[in-house]
């Protein structure tokens, strides 16, 4: 099971560089690592995947090491509206391991001016 | 607007009563999953699907509860002889299986409370 470790908490100020790991040492060769972005009273909202070195879009960066037991998200330049809970999501439902897909606690990320 | 939905976005029921949660993906998408949120703890993985077939289902998921997606398209999910433990947000996503690549688009979730 891709036991998934974040910290539980991070604060930034706006205009600073965040960067969230997320732990797995359990991950599965299939495994991708997703991360979404949470606010109250909303469903998750998809923010970048991986498999594996360095991914990256327009809103966020993926630094993922060789050997994928951990997974770092990196958020350029935050503003107060990036302040939200950040979940890691390992693992993919091939036929069978679904209840394997693991969100982890998430982190929450406060940001102040 | 052609992201996931789910309806309704809040039911409020008595211990006891049965209630059903609609969520319509986004088309043409071939997965569907329900997961269970409780307050602080991340998504739960309750079940999914691919095209009409529910393929797992956690070993959590109590007998209660019953999903369906009958045509491919939309599902359901029902909680039967609900009790206070199941009050949580549930949410539904959807996602299109290409090789090993499945992202999931979640919808805004149903607040269930039972009182």
């Known amino acids: 099971l891709a036991k998934t470790t974040q910290p539980i908490s991070m604060d930034s100020y706006e205009g600073q560089e965040v960067n969230i790991t997320c732990s797995h040492n359990?991950?599965?060769?299939?495994?991708?690592i997703t991360w979404y972005q949470q606010f109250p009273s909303q469903g998750p909202r998809f923010i970048i995947q991986g498999y594996k070195t360095k991914v990256k879009n327009e809103v966020a960066s993926l630094f993922i090491p060789a050997d994928r037991k951990s997974s770092t998200l990196s958020l350029p330049r935050v503003s107060l509206s990036d302040t939200a809970v950040y979940y890691c999501l390992v693992g993919l439902p091939i036929t069978g391991t679904a209840s394997k897909l693991t969100f982890g606690t998430g982190t929450r990320l406060q940001v102040t001016l | 607007d052609t992201g996931v939905s789910q309806d309704p976005r809040h039911k409020i029921t008595k211990r006891g009563q049965n209630v059903t949660f609609r969520c319509d993906p986004i088309s043409e998408h071939n997965r569907l999953y329900w997961y269970r949120q409780t307050l602080g703890q991340g998504p739960e993985f309750l079940t999914y699907?691919?095209?009409?077939?529910?393929?797992?289902k956690s070993r959590l998921l109590s007998d209660r509860f019953s999903a369906e997606r009958p045509k491919g398209s939309f599902s359901t999910l029902e909680i039967q002889r609900t009790e206070q433990g199941d009050s949580a947000m549930y949410l539904c996503a959807s996602s299109f299986l290409t090789g090993l690549e499945d992202t999931q688009y979640f919808g805004p979730g149903t607040r269930l409370t039972v009182l």
């Open positions: 359990n991950i599965a060769t299939n495994d991708y």
């Open positions: 699907f691919q095209n009409e077939a529910q393929l797992e």
